[in-house]
Each structure stands twice: as C-alpha cells, then as structure tokens.
C-alpha cells in the first residue's frame, strides 16, 4: 500500500534522523573538549607573554642601569685624562725651566774658564785646529747620515705603527670590553717608551752640545799660536778647502734632493693608504723633518762663513802682526761674535727641539682623540645592537599578537558556525516532530479506512491478483509496491511516491536533509508492507 510504503519510509527517516543526531552530539563533544583544551591553551599563552613583559621589562632596566654605568665610566676616564696632560705639561715646563737656569749657569762658568784659560791654551790650539776641524766635520757628516736614518726609521716605524693600530682597532670590534683594557695598556706603554727616547735624545744633544762647545773653546785658544803656520798653509787649505767644499756642497745638495724625493713621495703613499685618518698627523712630522734639515743647512752654512771668517781674521792678523794689539782687539771681537753665534744657534735648537716636543703632543692628542672616537663607536655599535634585539622582539610580539588575533577570529567563526549549526538542528528537530505528528495522524486515519474497507480479507481472497484501486495504483498479494498492469512491465521498475493526500506521481513531501529521495525494490517494499501489517 502506498500509505504504508510512505510511512516506513518516513520511520526509517526518523531512525537515520536520530543517528545523525547521535552523531551530531558526539561531535559537539568533540568540538567542547578542543575548545576547552584551547582555553586552557590560551590561558598558557597569556601566562607566557605576561612572564615575556616582565622579563622585557627587566632587561630594560639593566640598560639603563648598565648605560649609566657606562656614562659615569666615561666621565671619570675624561677627567683622568684631563688631569694627567695637565700634570705632564707642568712637569715638562718645569724641566726646561731648570734646564734653561742650567744652561745660563753653565754658559757663565764657561765663559769665565775661557777668559782664564785663554792665554795658557793659546800656543797649544793651533797645531790641533786642523785636526779637531776634521773630526768635527766627520762627526757632523756622521751625524747628519744618522739623523737621515732615524728620521727614516722613525717614518717606518710611524707606519708599521699606524698599520698595526689600524688592524687592532679591526680586530677589537669582536672584542670590545677586553681590547679596551688592551689598548689603554699599549697606549700607556707608548707613551713612556716616548719619553724614554726623548730623554736619551735630548741627553745626546746635550752631550753633543758640549763637546762642541769645548772644541770650539780649544779651537778659539789654539788659534792664536797657530797664526804663524797659517800663511803657509793657507793655499793648500783654501784649494783644499775649496774642492772639498765644493764637493760637500754638491753632495748635500743632491742628498737634500733624494731626501726631499723621497719625503715627497712618502707623502703621497701615506696621503692614498690613510688619507681620512693619518694624514695631518704625517704631513706635521714630514714638514718637521724638512724644517730640521732646512736648519742643519744653514747651520752648515753658517759654519763655513765662519771658518771663511776665520781665515780672514787670521791672514789679517798675520798682516797686521807689528799691530798685535789692534789684532788682539779685532780677535777678542770676532770671538765674542763667535759665542753669540753659538748662543743664537742653541737657542735655534732649543726651538726646534721644543717645536719638536709640541708636535708631540699634538700627537698624542690626535691619538687620544681617536682613543675616544673608537670607545665612541664601540659604544653606537652597542647600542646599535641593543636597539636591533628590541626590535626583533617587538617584531615578534607583534607576530604573536597577530596570530592570537587570528585564533581569536577563528574561535569567532567556529562559535558563530556552531550557533548556526544548533539553529539548523532545532529547526530539524521542529520540522521532525511536525512530521511525525503527521505521520500518525495519517497513520490512524489509515487504521480507520482500513477497518472500513478490509482490506487483508480481500488481499487474501483475491490471491495475489492485482486490481486497480481508487488511486491509480496496483495492489499483489505479496507485492506492497505495485507494478502496472501492462505486459512489458518490469518487477524492478521504480514507482513514483505518492503525496501527502494520496494522489500518484506526486514528489517526496519530506527528504532527510541533505539526501535525493530514495526508491526501494519490489522487495524491500514487500519487507515493508508485512512490517506495517504486523504493526496495524
């Protein structure tokens, strides 16, 4: 019968509907326990980015404590530093104040040994003039090649130390705090390794000073006994003299062009391998260095006009012997011109050698200049460092704040697709119990026309025999489904369900959700049929 196929069917709606709602319950079971492990997981989080503040905030608070240290560090090295050059300028003020006394007192005490002595060394000086003016001249050459070698071991050790300087300062950016201790050590060091030499330089000088003075004394009294040989030998002498006057000239004047070459041309490789950092400071000690040999040429110059000076005051005086004293006179003037040369040539050295001494200072300035720009750039570095690590932090707590946004969002469209769900099922379940109202009705409406009708005792009478009903369908007696009664019909041909008021080719009045309607065998409709049977 076609009401009783559509109520089974509508019954085994009913039981797939209540296993998708068994289903659906255990999933929503599901979806509540992720949920809570997820709350539990957020509260995690939120522990984990509270203890992350607290510990961003800790770190903050030691940079400023450790900046601070830093700056109070600073503060007293600059004061150190100040009161050290200060202390050091005093104490080399006060050095050549007592050196220049010394030197007054001493030039006093020599003068007055002079003039005491001078009768007595008279008759000696003269047959050791030649050779105290020899030696003196090969000790000059000698001095004058010693000097060019020092200035020029001094540049390459100037260079080697700039080099070395310029691969520390490389090297200490990977250690920072212990290079500093380093270099102050080695910076200290230097600079008492200077002064080391610079005493033993300026001892030398002196020593040279006096042994030139003394010789100069002896010559001055040697040359009164030597008046009576020094017309005969004049000749040789002059020509000698002369030649080799020539010579020297000649050869100082080319080793004044090689130097001056070669000065150039250290110039220039210094200037194109550090032209930002050591350029001042070398082109200050080359302009030195050139200053010095400017002054070893006149001082060379000045002492041969002073020994052409002093030949002629001697042929004077072997002309003008009958007038010994007017020649006394003349000899005692041109000694006393002499000494004030000598006088001016040692303060002209003392001016070198204190513009030598202010260019070192200046030196070392520029180097604890470069000191502090380094622990200046040691430090931005740092603090460069320090700003990138907070930033990457702050990159990643972004990222953090942005994925929880995300989970956020998601667990908003999970609750929002939940709640949607719920909806869809309560109307279900609405829409369910409607029809199962419906259904009985229809089912006791069924009862009653059967009752009026009976039917069994005609199915079972008639055998199996199919007739037309009043719907339009046709009824076996052990087919629920009927067939048509035409030949060529087929026992498996689907049949098309009734409506709800029992008129044929109508549609499916209530599909499961989501499901086609189904169309079951001659067979199954058969099982169907006895089950509803049994059951009216």
Known sequence: ?????????????????????????????????QIEMKHHGDKVKIDRKQSLLADKSFRAHQRDVIRAEKVALQNEHDKLTSDFKAREIAEQDRQLENKLQEEQR??????????????????????????????????????????????????LHLSAEQQRLHDADAARCARVERAQLEEELRVVRKVEELEAKDAALRAHMEEEQRLLK????????????????????????????????????????????????????????????????QATTMKAMLEEEERKLRLLAEIESKDAALQAQMQAEAAEQKALQKESDAAHKRHQQAIEARRKDLERLKRERT???????????????????LEKQR??????????????????????????????????????????????????????????KQELEQQTTRLKELHQWNAKSELPQRLEAEGGRARRNSYGRSVAGSVAGSVRSTPNASPTRRIRPATASGTPGGKQRYPAPGRQPSFATNDTLSARKNKLLGFI
């Open 1 to 33: 019968m076609p009401l009783l196929d559509e109520h089974a069917r509508q019954l085994e709606k009913f039981r797939r509907a209540e296993e998708v709602k068994q289903r659906r319950m255990a999933m929503e079971e599901e979806r509540r326990r």
């Open 106 to 155: 001493r030039l006093k005490k020599e003068i007055a040994t002079n003039e005491a002595i001078r009768a007595h060394n008279m008759a000696l000086a003269e047959k050791r003039r030649l050779k105290m003016e020899e030696e003196m001249r090969q000790r000059v050459l000698a001095k004058h090649k010693a000097d060019e070698q020092k200035l020029v071991n001094k540049a």
């Open 214 to 277: 003394h010789m100069q004394a002896v010559q001055a009294a040697e040359r009164a006994s030597a008046q009576a040989r020094l017309e005969r030998q004049r000749q040789q002498l002059e020509e000698f003299k002369r030649q080799k006057t020539e010579a020297k000239l000649k050869a100082d004047e080319q080793k004044l062009l090689n130097k001056q070459h070669r000065l150039r041309m250290e110039k220039e490789r210094l200037r194109q391998q550090d032209a930002e950092r």
């Open 351 to 369: 001016e070198a050698k204190l513009d030598a001494d202010k260019v070192k200072e200046v030196n070392k300035r520029e180097l604890l200049e």
């Open 375 to 432: 622990l200046n750039l040691a430090n931005s570095i740092k603090e460069m460092k320090v700003d990138k690590a907070n930033t990457e932090f702050k990159q990643r707590k972004d990222e953090e704040a942005r994925r929880v946004d995300e989970e956020d969002r998601r667990d908003k469209e999970l609750k929002a697709l939940k709640a949607m769900e719920k909806r869809k099922s309560d109307l279900f379940k609405v829409r369910m």
